[in-house]
């Protein structure tokens, strides 16, 4: 894909992305309606005019989810099941995106097996983030758990695969998977354990930084695998 057309949808992203916080943090509901519903949308259209190669369809269902779980928190109520169905919605594109990683199977080491302790450290952070929820969770002890076990493994994934991938998309993913358990931790620290000012402003830049960067690193692998093959041939 060319420079120029990454650069108009990065700048389209953002730009809606701004808004978005705009509307949050001076609380205009339909601004923000609006605004959320176009993220995933723009998202989806920079992955799909970058040409659905190889395995990339599958992070572009992912999106497809995440839209889905965007709507459903958009009409979240106390009470309703809306919230599950937005964890749901999400909990299907972290396995999208499982899939996505586990489906590089270039000849290399995994970063996971050189340097273990990338794993005890998000294992524990996993675990330490359940147990902190897990008083104030009721009936979802098991929905959110399940949740955390999902999540803790798409970041394992986009490590695992590190040095599988070509540089800067192996950046692009890591940094986009730290951000997307970042986002979530943030959402469940305020939903169940204790709210916190500036919320919902975190959350959703966390969230947009995550998406951004995912399709950011499955255009820039794809381009920079054609490029390889392009020198090979001449």
């Not at 499982?98 to 489906?103: A, E, K, P, T």
């Not at 294992?123 to 999540?151: D, N, Q, R, W």
Request: hydrophobic share 50%; with cysteine.
């Amino acid at each position: 894909m060319k420079s120029s057309s990454i650069k108009k949808y990065t700048l389209f992203f953002g730009l809606i992305t701004l808004l978005d916080l705009i509307a949050v943090q001076e609380g205009f509901p339909i601004l923000h309606t609006l605004a959320k519903s176009l993220l995933m949308p723009v998202l989806a259209a920079f992955l799909y005019n970058s040409g659905l190669t190889g395995t990339k369809k599958l992070v572009l269902i992912g999106i497809f989810f995440s839209w889905w779980g965007d709507i459903f928190l958009l009409m979240d109520i106390p009470g309703s099941f809306y919230f599950i169905a937005g964890l749901a919605s999400f909990l299907t594109t972290h396995l999208l995106y499982i899939s996505y990683f586990l489906s590089i199977k270039k000849q290399a080491p995994s970063l996971l097996k050189k340097q273990p302790i990338w794993f005890i450290l998000i294992i524990g952070y996993g675990v330490g983030l359940v147990i902190l929820l897990l008083p104030h969770l009721g009936e979802l002890k098991i929905p959110v758990a399940l949740y955390a076990t999902v999540i803790s493994s798409m970041l394992l994934c986009s490590l695992h695969i590190f040095y599988k991938t070509n540089p800067p998309a192996n950046k692009f993913f890591v940094v986009g998977a730290i951000f997307f358990v970042l986002s979530d931790s943030l959402l469940a620290i305020n939903k169940f354990y204790q709210t916190f000012s500036m919320a919902g402003v975190g959350i959703m830049l966390t969230y947009c930084l995550a998406q951004y960067f995912i399709v950011r690193g499955c255009v820039t692998l794809d381009s920079s695998t054609n490029l390889t093959h392009s020198n090979r041939t001449v």
